[in-house]
């Protein structure tokens, strides 16, 4: 069993910057890429960043500059770091992560429950 738990969400003003933490636990055999996503009321969920085992990055253009994600390997852990935040960055926000469980099984996909962020102008 695997399990992504989401902390750091919370309300902000505008202009202010929180940080996500997500923490893998569970049969966890090696975690390839980790990556955070959100949904906003009333829209699709979509990504805002992700981040290779190696550290690669990729950033939605709607926070590039503003948004930095990285991870500790040794603690199985991915985090967001929120500046600058803006009213239109409100959402529940997702943190993903494929994870294989055992030497001989595949790579899955797992979720977290979500984290809501509200950014009051």
């Known amino acids: 069993q695997v399990q992504l738990v989401e902390s750091g969400g919370g309300l902000v003003q505008a202009g202010g910057s929180l940080r996500l933490s997500c923490a893998v636990s569970?049969?966890?055999?090696?975690?390839?890429?980790m990556g955070w996503y959100r949904q906003a009321p009333g829209k699709q969920r979509e990504l805002v960043a992700t981040?290779?085992?190696?550290?690669?990055?990729n950033y939605a253009d709607s926070v590039k500059g503003r948004f930095t994600i990285s991870r500790d390997n040794a603690k199985n852990t991915v985090y967001l770091q929120m500046n600058s935040l803006k009213p239109e960055d409100t959402a529940v926000y997702y943190c993903?992560?494929?994870?294989?469980?055992?030497?001989?099984?595949?790579?899955?996909?797992?979720w977290g429950p979500g984290t809501q962020v509200t950014v009051s102008s």
């Open positions: 993903n992560a494929d994870i294989k469980s055992w030497a001989l099984t595949p790579f899955k996909e797992y």
């Open positions: 981040i290779t085992r190696g550290g690669g990055t």
């Open positions: 569970g049969s966890i055999f090696s975690i390839n890429g």
